[in-house]
């Protein structure tokens, strides 16, 4: 959950773990298929387009094992 008054948040989501940006929304849920089974991660950064925003993210990541 997102909170605060910079609103509206942007969304950035890296899901291979490469460092890669493989998306972007303007909400904050994103669907993911793996292809095989393994290990990954998505992480998703949080900003805002906010005119008065100071430029600072926040970003968690989440460790996926598909079997």
Do not use: R
């Amino acid at each position: 959950t997102v909170a605060g008054d910079a609103t509206p948040y942007t969304y950035a989501w890296e899901i291979t773990g490469d460092g890669t940006i493989n998306g972007a929304s303007d909400g904050a849920t994103l669907n993911v298929t793996w292809n095989s089974a393994g290990a990954g991660t998505v992480k998703c950064t949080v900003g805002s387009s906010n005119a008065n925003w100071d430029g600072t993210t926040q970003d968690d990541t989440l460790n996926i094992t598909a079997t």
